[in-house]
């Protein structure tokens, strides 16, 4: 303790601040980017045509092609056109379990022309896990985002005066002036970055508290993976061929 609970705290603020403040920075503008990811991606693909496309046929021919090029992998995951993006997403596994990502040609639904490039997908994965190795990069998101709450709290219990700080402002002195701001533009967000870094930090809870998890499954995380995310693990094949039919909104 520094003498008292406030100083306290506002060691604690101003050494989380200082410590996770640079990572913030980085996630908060590449999830603000990542708004923009559809746009994004297209840019990045001048070579896509620009005229409206139907969903339907176009999700067809990404199966099609699936089928014939990665008819073994464990799973498929195809994301429709939309009138942002008008063009297939494709996601599957390759023989080492690694995922592939392209946009695929809505003509031929074949990736072979398209630039290898993840678009505004880029900002969207590193925005929760830095482009690091699993579970790495996501687990210092998790750390930066529960950091974040913990910074809000303490702001709020330090600043005795916060709703009247948020109405002073003394321009043209110096450190005081910074402060300032500091007080005005963290109280006008105050709502905003507390939803985001909290919800931030449960989306990612079972890397910071995995223990729950662990006393239930043993140890055997894919285990809970697989009842949460039925879809993510191929089922036992089935007697008879199904007819594969693309549902696009």
Not at 8 to 37: D, N
Not at 220 to 248: F, K, V, W
């Amino acid at each position: 303790m520094k003498g008292s609970f406030r100083a306290s705290m506002a060691w604690l603020h101003t050494t989380l601040g200082l410590i996770t403040g640079w990572v913030l920075f980085a996630i908060a503008l590449s999830g603000s980017l990542s708004v923009y990811r559809q746009e994004i991606t297209r840019w990045m693909h001048p070579e896509l045509a620009s005229q409206p496309v139907d969903p339907v046929q176009v999700c067809s021919r990404a199966t099609d092609w699936l089928g014939q090029h990665a008819g073994t992998a464990a799973a498929w995951y195809v994301a429709c056109p939309t009138p942002e993006a008008p063009f297939a997403t494709g996601i599957w596994p390759n023989a080492q379990g690694k995922y592939i990502q392209r946009v695929l040609d809505p003509q031929s639904g074949s990736p072979d022309g398209m630039r290898d490039t993840l678009g505004g997908e880029f900002f969207y994965r590193f925005h929760f896990e830095l482009q690091l190795p699993y579970p790495w990069g996501r687990l210092i998101a998790a750390i930066a985002a529960l950091a974040l709450v913990v910074a809000l709290v303490t702001g709020i219990i330090i600043h005795r005066r916060i709703f009247a700080d948020f109405f002073t402002f003394r321009p043209n002195k110096g450190q005081r002036s910074w402060l300032d701001a500091h007080n005005l533009f963290g109280v006008a967000a105050l709502p905003f970055h507390l939803m985001i870094s909290l919800t931030g930090a449960v989306t990612l809870a079972s890397l910071l508290l995995p223990w729950s998890t662990q006393a239930v499954y043993h140890h055997d995380q894919m285990a809970s993976y697989t009842e949460l995310n039925p879809a993510l693990h191929p089922a036992p094949p089935a007697a008879s061929q199904g007819i594969l039919r693309p549902s696009c909104p």
